[in-house]
């Protein structure tokens, strides 16, 4: 069965804190993304990358970095927390194919809250 | 640009009713279509999708969608709801080659009442 994992379910973090929030797929997909979801708001795109080290800003990016040093891992890093990034975290992969991509894959999420 | 309508952010059915989520696209080229739920906690999981071959499309779970592109919908529908499909689902629209991106509506919350 296909995975996407990511690293925490559930993180509770203070202000200015840094944040690391992993996600590894086992799928050989070329395509990763971080999504944020806000209640009303649906999923709003933070980075994605199509290729080891590339990277590109989606609608959301502030306060976010990523990296992506291999295939299978995307991170996406919280260089000083701020209350409004209290949210649930979802990443998702998919494969190119037929010079589009196809459907997502979405990992189970992690809800974060910045205190 | 693309962009995707959810209509109604929460619907509310008896069990055994017919279910229907409502999604309207807007895209300015062949776009692919997804219908994704989502359980309380939980990732989304894909239930369907269309890419430009049968207009009528069978997801999982006893749910199907159909493309109309006159009417730009793609609405998900179930003949009878069961207490196990009360979720959140998604509307998504991806489009355009060499693009990456997709666009999410912005949800319906079904509830199944007994």
């Known amino acids: 069965d296909v995975k996407v994992t990511q690293s925490s379910r559930y993180l509770v973090k203070r202000t200015g804190e840094k944040v690391f929030l992993e996600c590894v797929q086992d799928?050989?997909?070329?395509?990763m993304f971080w999504y944020r979801q806000d209640p009303g708001l649906g999923l709003r795109l933070i980075y994605f990358?199509?290729?080891?080290?590339?990277?590109e800003k989606g609608d959301i990016p502030e306060g976010y970095s990523v990296s992506r040093e291999k295939k299978e891992r995307f991170s996406l890093i919280l260089e000083s927390a701020s209350t409004n990034q209290t949210s649930m975290y979802l990443c998702?992969?998919?494969?190119?194919?037929?010079?589009?991509?196809?459907?997502?894959?979405f990992g189970e999420g992690s809800r974060l809250t910045v205190l | 640009a693309q962009s995707v309508t959810q209509l109604g952010s929460h619907v509310s059915v008896s069990e055994g009713a017919l279910v229907l989520l409502r999604c309207n696209y807007s895209?300015?080229?062949?776009?692919?279509l997804f219908w994704y739920v989502q359980y309380p906690n939980q990732g989304l999981q894909l239930l369907l999708k269309?890419?430009?071959?049968?207009?009528l499309v069978k997801g999982i779970n006893g749910f199907e969608a159909e493309f109309k592109k006159s009417e730009t919908s793609f609405h998900l529908t179930k003949p009878s709801a069961h207490m196990s499909d009360a979720a959140e689902y998604f509307c998504?629209?991806?489009?355009?080659?060499?693009?990456?991106?997709?666009?999410f509506g912005t949800g319906t919350r079904l509830k199944v009442l007994a």
């Open positions: 998702a992969s998919s494969q190119h194919r037929e010079g589009r991509t196809g459907e997502l894959f």
């Open positions: 799928m050989d997909h070329e395509n």
């Open positions: 990358s199509y290729d080891v080290k590339m990277k």
């Open positions: 895209s300015s080229v062949p776009p692919y």
């Open positions: 269309y890419t430009s071959a049968a207009t």
């Open positions: 998504a629209v991806s489009g355009g080659s060499g693009t990456y991106k997709y666009i």
